[in-house]
Nanobody, 114 residues
Framework: QVQLVESGGGLVQPGGSLTLSCAAS????????MGWYRQAPGKARELVAS???????NYADSVKGRFTISRDDAKNTVNLQMNSLKPDDTAVYYC????????WGQGTQVTVSS
């Protein structure tokens, strides 16, 4: 049974930092490209960062230079380090394969507000 469990969200002031973590189980993690996605209220879910099975990374223009995605194949985890956070980064953050192959987890809420 596939499980994607996100954690690490919270309330942070503009300019602050957070690190999100996603633990995957039930999949052959190391063969998949993984992505972090987010969905803000009233908006469609969007891909913000991805990392290939070989470690190559890509970022949405809106987060480039501020977010860093990484993976640990030994632990089946993918992390998202978020720096210089802005109110526009407020959203529920999810991880999944890229392209999306599995049911979404519960996500983790990130709120950037003063």
């Amino acid at each position: 049974q596939v499980q994607l469990v996100e954690s690490g969200g919270g309330l942070v002031q503009p300019g602050g930092s957070l690190t999100l973590s996603c633990a995957a189980s039930g999949i052959w993690f190391r063969i998949y490209a993984m992505g972090w996605y987010r969905q803000a209220p009233g908006k469609a879910r969007e891909l913000v960062a991805s990392i290939s099975s070989g470690g190559g990374t890509n970022y949405a223009d809106s987060v480039k230079g501020r977010f860093t995605i990484s993976r640990d194949d030994a632990k089946n985890t993918v992390n998202l380090q978020m720096n210089s956070l802005k109110p526009d980064d407020t959203a529920v953050y999810y991880c999944n394969t890229k392209p999306v192959a599995y049911a979404w987890g519960q996500g983790t809420q990130v709120t950037v507000s003063s």
